[in-house]
């Protein structure tokens, strides 16, 4: 029994230290919604035959999703570039006027 006792001992010890590690991780995220940017008329001319750069200016975010007009793009149709928090849209994909904005997450 005393062994028992001490393996469980052990085991809820172990549990305790990943749970606090894991809540400790969790508290440590910083979450990041860019304020909505409007596609400019010469930003939509552009991008008709061709991709197109749009500064959303957050940086640095380790997971992110990109909307236009409050709809998830695909990967295929933007890309973010973390080190200078410009979006890239596929040729085709914004219109003038659209709203585009990026919300994500910064890992400890």
């Not at 469980?8 to 590690?21: E, G, P, R, V, W």
């Not at 990041?32 to 010469?42: I, L, Q, R, T």
């Not at 959303?56 to 992110?64: A, E, N, R």
């Not at 979006?87 to 997450?105: H, K, P, Q, Y």
């Amino acid at each position: 029994t005393s062994k028992a006792n001490a393996a469980q001992s052990a085991a809820i010890a172990a549990a305790q230290a990943y749970t606090d590690t894991a809540v400790s991780a969790v508290d440590t995220i910083t979450h990041y919604h860019g304020s909505p940017v409007v596609v400019s008329s010469a930003q939509s001319t552009a991008n008709d035959s061709g991709s197109t750069d749009i500064d959303l200016g957050v940086t640095g975010l380790d997971s992110y999703s990109v909307y236009i007009n409050r709809m998830l793009m695909r990967t295929t149709e933007a890309t973010y570039n973390a080190s200078n928090g410009e979006v890239t849209f596929a040729s085709g994909t914004l219109t003038t006027n659209d709203e585009v904005e990026i919300v994500g997450f910064t890992l400890p």
